[in-house]
């Protein structure tokens, strides 16, 4: 009985060895794959990622300054088309974020041009 415990054990072991054996040339072949990534100058395919995020970042910064201008023409239409339906000062200044004097004069225009 103790000579099959034995062989048992030692069985055991060469796997165990095996599986440690196997795990560490993995661990090395990683090991020199990343060093090959880290020696070189810019990893496959990292300029044309680079090219696209600078693209996607004007792109950002354009539709940013776009967003930050004010949308006058769109004010002053509605302004237009409000004060020929009959609208008052404190409607087109509230509506049209017109000032006072701009809605005044919006107002005498259309009433000249009717």
Avoid: N
């Amino acid at each position: 009985m103790w000579p099959e415990i034995a062989a048992g054990l030692l069985l055991l072991l060469l796997l165990q060895s095996m599986v440690l054996i196997g795990g560490w040339r993995s661990l090395r072949q990683l090991q020199h794959e990343l060093h090959a990534l880290l020696g070189s100058k810019v990893p496959a395919g990292a300029d044309r990622q680079a090219a696209r995020l600078e693209r996607l970042d004007r792109r950002l910064t354009m539709v940013e300054q776009q967003s930050a201008q004010p949308q006058t023409g769109v004010s002053y239409e509605l302004a237009r088309k409000l004060a020929r339906e009959g609208a008052d000062i404190a409607q087109l200044t509230r509506r049209c974020g017109l000032s006072r004097d701009e809605a005044a004069l919006l107002l005498q225009l259309h009433r000249r041009a009717s």
